[in-house]
């Protein structure tokens, strides 16, 4: 009797250890990931301007883009070359 149950009572743990899931926290890992993507959901400096960050001078851009009164980038040349020993 004990040479058939014994084998059983090591095969049977072994195979039901298999149908346990790999993270046993249950999606611990994957929340924990989720909150250090997440921006502070209420920071400090909510309303506060931005340094820089002027309508008027956006608008006032605009404007000028819309007129035509923009000044164009000029072109810049390179050196010929690659620079190597040749």
């Given at each position: 009797?004990?040479?058939?149950?014994?084998?059983?009572?090591?095969?049977?743990?072994?195979?039901?250890a298999g149908?346990?899931?790999?993270?046993?926290?249950?999606?611990?890992?994957?929340?924990w990931n989720?909150?250090?993507?997440?921006?502070?959901?209420?920071?400090?400096?909510?309303?506060?301007?931005?340094?820089?960050?002027?309508?008027?001078?956006?608008?006032?851009?605009?404007?000028?883009?819309?007129?035509?009164?923009?000044?164009?980038?000029?072109?810049?040349?390179?050196?010929?070359g690659t620079?190597?020993?040749?």
């Amino acid at each position: 009797m004990l040479r058939r149950t014994l084998p059983a009572a090591i095969a049977v743990p072994l195979l039901l250890a298999g149908c346990t899931p790999v993270d046993t926290a249950f999606g611990e890992t994957h929340r924990w990931n989720i909150e250090q993507h997440v921006v502070d959901p209420d920071p400090q400096y909510a309303g506060d301007l931005i340094e820089g960050g002027s309508g008027q001078r956006a608008a006032d851009a605009v404007t000028r883009y819309n007129e035509g009164e923009v000044t164009l980038p000029t072109t810049t040349s390179t050196t010929s070359g690659t620079g190597g020993p040749q």
